[in-house]
């Protein structure tokens, strides 16, 4: 198929007509879209049908990523690469169709909130790319993130209503839905002298998987990522209450069925324990964990294999239900006794941890889970109870420590605790991360099981992130190291001879010249602000959120601002600030942020005493195909998180492996990326993980007698409420109290001196642009470790115990 771009036309010229019904004279971009969107489909599809029939037959153990986020983006060009139909854009071409348009037609599909959610994203890419059997199970919500507008300085959220046009990558299964129970009555009833648990009264809730092949790079592997929908199902089941014709309960009832996979949270820092969220969450594990076992039953295997044959991977607590849920199908479905279920069960999960924030730990109340899931609530008490009762015998009268531990106490259910006692693997994200795990936040759980614990750095797939994202770099790698690179990113090490070619740093400042005119254009369409090209593109793109402190980089601009406006003709390196970022909606703090962005910008922007010497740019909807944008050209890379706050970081990854050079506290990966490029290639700066720590236990910080000693932060925090930014006085009283009525939870005037001066020791950097040149040369070789083929392959050997697989294919 495809031999050449001749046949690939007729292909693409045929699939406008019978899919959309159009010639190609009359085709929009959208038809052009769809169309090519059916005939790469088509084509993945055969490689698809071959890998499940491999993964059959060799009855290979299979990995199950469950996920309440995957952030995929756009598919198309990344389907494109990875199935290797490099003829496609010379034959668009040909066709005088230019697939860069066309592309643009794609909606991304933003079924996450930021990091953990692009992680999966990365991590079901390396999978496939590696030949290893392992496929995402998620929510196919309605409504993904939501689309961010600005509105005087102001952020507004709207609908993502990403299927109005549907899907050409997925395919509905409608004959493998499953039923999920909810609410209802457990009661106990003694069969053969045996207490059953009977369920009655639930509301039936109709799970329908929707598959998206998965596809590896020029492999023939196509995993598969199945997202579920809810739906009533009001024809299949018997509902007592319609069956007099009540209509109007029955379309409630269809109403509020669906509204579980309506849309996404888009919160991924407060958990505020709305019952939908735990329908959501248990939702997909049902699903999830059933659709697993019915088509393991359909193998040789006994139920007793299971842990042989299967791992589920928990991303996070979010799906820990289905520890429950497995034991509740191996106790109520398949008849085991619960000693022997729980050893299955607990050799079959394992578990990733991403945070250490106290708001953003799950925890249900429960009365709310007893009520929802009465059969799960039972078999979590009787896990609490058993594990309380272990501890007890290893701890005997330590009344404190059991009560920390336990899984159910102070009228919650902790997700955590769950997650740790069910899984026999617990990881961290960064090695920093992993250890803050284990002398702090799970320092009973580590003492108690130790051998659990481990910690894979996160990463990201080069792919995308580079080869897709940025193909003239990719090019010139390759021109001079040649291909191995992007099967072995770890060869990407080459490139540290090239640091020192003035040839090659030639061309790698005018790729990175030509990148940021591509997104300086962007820039003047979007947001109607002209920047310089040949400024510093200083980017920080990510969730608004406090401990992230975009706050501390906007100070700092007015810092910047200040300075300039006092001696315009002072030596100044101009500088453009470029944000992204969207904030939860109910996070008023961090809109607050937004707007002061905005306010600065916009002041800033416009002041013509500085000539154009700093400009600051807020892009609005920031997600996966703008950052695929942003990042080729950034100079810059923003990582200023609280010390120890940030578990990983993979935002950081990317801008590095583009050629940014990083401006970060000792947090996260920041740390790992350090030893990667060696103290001469970073700017790092201000307090380290101990000493927040230790002014967290022990006091000792007053932000106050920063604002009274220094003058120049004093004027700073003076602009926020004297009307210097506009938009009258009080604007930002709000953002003034929290820095000095509050007490600067996040240290960002105890860190503003060292930033600032780290940013000068950057700009005098920059100023040398031949050093500049080879500390970009060096960020880039030494990027090849943070992608997520190497984090995957840990996983693989270190956790999951999968070997990949060859699928021979048959497309050709
Ligand atoms: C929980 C309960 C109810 C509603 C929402 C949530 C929720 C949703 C998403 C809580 C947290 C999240 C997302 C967290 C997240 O993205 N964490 C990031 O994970 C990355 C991948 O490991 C790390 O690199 C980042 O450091 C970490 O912040």
């Known amino acids: 198929m495809f031999e050449d771009a001749?046949?690939?036309?007729?292909?693409?010229?045929?699939?406008?007509?019978?899919?959309?019904?159009?010639?190609?004279?009359?085709?929009?971009?959208?038809?052009?879209?769809?169309?090519l969107g059916g005939v790469i489909r088509d084509y993945i599809y055969k490689n698809w049908v071959e890998t499940n029939n491999h993964y059959r037959k060799k009855e290979s153990k299979q990995v199950y990523y469950f996920s309440l986020e995957f952030l995929l983006g756009r598919q198309l060009r990344s389907n494109l690469l990875n199935a290797n139909l490099s003829v496609v854009e010379e034959a668009l071409q040909e066709l005088n169709i230019d697939l860069s348009k066309v592309e643009e037609m794609e909606p991304d599909a933003g079924l996450g909130n930021g990091g953990l959610g692009r992680l999966a994203a990365c991590f079901l890419d390396s999978l496939a790319s590696l030949q290893l059997p392992g496929h995402g199970c998620g929510i196919r919500y309605k409504y993904g993130h939501f689309e961010q507008k600005i509105v005087n300085g102001y952020q507004v959220e709207l609908p993502d209503n990403w299927l109005k046009e549907g899907n050409v990558w997925e395919v509905r299964r409608g004959d493998k839905a499953v039923m999920v129970k909810f609410g209802g009555q457990v009661r106990l009833e003694e069969i053969d002298g045996k207490l059953v648990p009977i369920h009655e009264n639930y509301d039936p809730v109709l799970a329908v998987p929707y598959d998206t092949p998965v596809v590896g790079f020029k492999n023939n592997t196509i995993n598969t990522l199945r997202l579920w929908n809810a739906e009533s199902g009001i024809k299949e089941f018997d509902f007592p209450s319609f069956n007099h014709g009540d209509y109007m309960k029955a379309v409630q009832y269809k109403y509020e069925t669906e509204a579980i996979s309506q849309v996404l949270y888009p919160d991924d820092s407060h958990q505020e324990g709305q019952v939908l969220r735990l329908?959501?969450?248990?939702?997909?594990?049902s699903a999830g964990v059933q659709s697993i076992l019915r088509s393991y039953k359909k193998g040789n295997k006994s139920i007793r294999e299971l842990p042989e044959q299967v791992v589920i991977h928990l991303n996070d607590t979010h799906p820990v239900l289905a520890i429950p849920e497995l034991m509740r199908i191996l106790m109520d479905e398949e008849g085991f006794g619960w000693d022997e279920?729980?050893?299955?069960?607990?050799?079959?999960?394992?578990?990733?941890?991403?945070?250490?924030?106290?708001?953003?730990?799950?925890?249900?109340?429960?009365?709310?889970?007893?009520?929802?899931?009465?059969?799960?609530?039972?078999?979590?008490?009787?896990?609490?109870?058993?594990?309380?009762?272990?501890?007890?015998?290893?701890?005997?009268?330590?009344?404190?420590?059991?009560?920390?531990?336990?899984?159910?106490?102070?009228?919650?259910?902790?997700?955590?605790?769950?997650?740790?006692?069910?899984?026999?693997?617990?990881?961290?994200?960064?090695?920093?991360h992993t250890e803050i795990l284990k002398k702090q936040e799970m320092k009973n759980f580590y003492k108690y099981y130790p051998q659990k614990f481990n910690n894979k750095t996160n990463g990201i797939t080069h792919r995308?992130?580079?080869?897709?994202?940025?193909?003239?770099?990719?090019?010139l790698i390759t021109n001079s190291i040649g291909t191995s690179w992007i099967k072995h990113p770890e060869d990407l090490k080459e490139l540290r001879f090239y640091a020192q070619d003035a040839s090659f740093k030639e061309e790698l400042q005018k790729i990175k010249r030509e990148n940021k005119e591509q997104l300086?254009?962007?820039?003047?369409?979007?947001?109607?602000?002209?920047?310089?090209?040949?400024?510093?593109?200083?980017?920080?793109?990510?969730?608004?959120?406090?401990?992230?402190?975009?706050?501390?980089?906007?100070?700092?601009?007015?810092?910047?601002?200040?300075?300039?406006?006092?001696?315009?003709?002072?030596?100044?390196?101009?500088?453009?600030?470029?944000?992204?970022?969207?904030?939860?909606?109910?996070?008023?703090?961090?809109?607050?942020?937004?707007?002061?962005?905005?306010?600065?910008?916009?002041?800033?922007?416009?002041?013509?005493?500085?000539?154009?010497?700093?400009?600051?740019?807020?892009?609005?909807?920031?997600?996966?195909?703008?950052?695929?944008?942003?990042?080729?050209?950034?100079?810059?890379?923003?990582?200023?998180?609280?010390?120890?706050?940030?578990?990983?970081?993979?935002?950081?990854?990317?801008?590095?492996?583009?050629?940014?050079?990083?401006?970060?506290?000792?947090?996260g990966a920041n740390i790992e990326i350090l030893e990667q490029v060696g103290s001469e290639n970073i700017f790092t700066f201000g307090l380290t993980e101990q000493q927040v720590i230790e002014y967290y236990a022990h006091g000792g910080y007053n932000s106050w007698e920063i604002y009274h000693q220094d003058e120049q932060v004093r004027a700073i925090l003076d602009q926020l409420v004297n009307g210097f930014l506009g938009d009258g006085s009080k604007e930002f009283k709000t953002i003034y109290n929290y820095l000095l009525h509050n007490n600067d939870e996040y240290f960002v005037l105890k860190d503003f001196a060292s930033y600032a001066n780290a940013q000068q020791e950057l700009e005098r950097a920059y100023r040398d642009q031949n050093r500049w040149r080879e500390m970009s040369a060096i960020n880039i070789a030494n990027s090849g470790g943070f992608s997520s083929d190497r984090t995957i392959s840990e996983y693989a050997t270190g956790i999951w115990k999968v070997e990949p697989l060859e699928i021979l294919g048959r497309s050709r």
């Not at 010229?13 to 169309?35: I, W």
Request: net charge positive; with cysteine; charged share 25%.
């Open 6 to 35: 001749r046949q690939f036309k007729e292909a693409f010229v045929d699939k406008l007509q019978t899919m959309q019904g159009v010639a190609l004279e009359q085709a929009t971009n959208l038809d052009k879209y769809m169309a």
């Open 279 to 285: 329908k959501q969450e248990y939702f997909l594990v």
């Open 341 to 432: 279920a729980w050893e299955i069960t607990q050799n079959t999960m394992s578990y990733t941890n991403h945070t250490t924030l106290a708001e953003a730990l799950e925890k249900w109340p429960v009365d709310i889970f007893k009520e929802l899931l009465p059969r799960i609530y039972m078999i979590v008490e009787e896990i609490n109870k058993r594990f309380c009762r272990e501890l007890w015998e290893r701890y005997p009268g330590q009344w404190d420590r059991i009560a920390q531990m336990a899984i159910i106490a102070d009228g919650f259910v902790k997700m955590a605790h769950l997650a740790i006692v069910g899984s026999y693997s617990v990881n961290g994200v960064a090695r920093i």
């Open 464 to 475: 995308r992130w580079l080869l897709q994202a940025n193909p003239k770099l990719a090019d």
């Open 520 to 667: 300086a254009q962007l820039i003047q369409e979007q947001n109607q602000v002209q920047v310089e090209v040949d400024s510093i593109f200083d980017v920080q793109i990510k969730r608004l959120h406090a401990y992230k402190r975009q706050l501390l980089n906007a100070l700092h601009i007015l810092h910047l601002y200040n300075k300039l406006r006092e001696a315009p003709q002072m030596e100044f390196v101009p500088r453009t600030f470029i944000f992204g970022a969207k904030a939860a909606p109910s996070y008023y703090h961090a809109k607050w942020v937004i707007k002061l962005i905005n306010s600065i910008a916009d002041k800033v922007n416009n002041d013509k005493s500085i000539q154009g010497k700093l400009k600051v740019v807020f892009l609005e909807n920031y997600r996966v195909s703008l950052a695929e944008k942003i990042i080729p050209a950034a100079d810059v890379s923003e990582q200023i998180s609280t010390a120890s706050k940030e578990a990983s970081g993979t935002g950081n990854m990317k801008l590095m492996m583009n050629g940014a050079i990083t401006i970060g506290t000792l947090d």
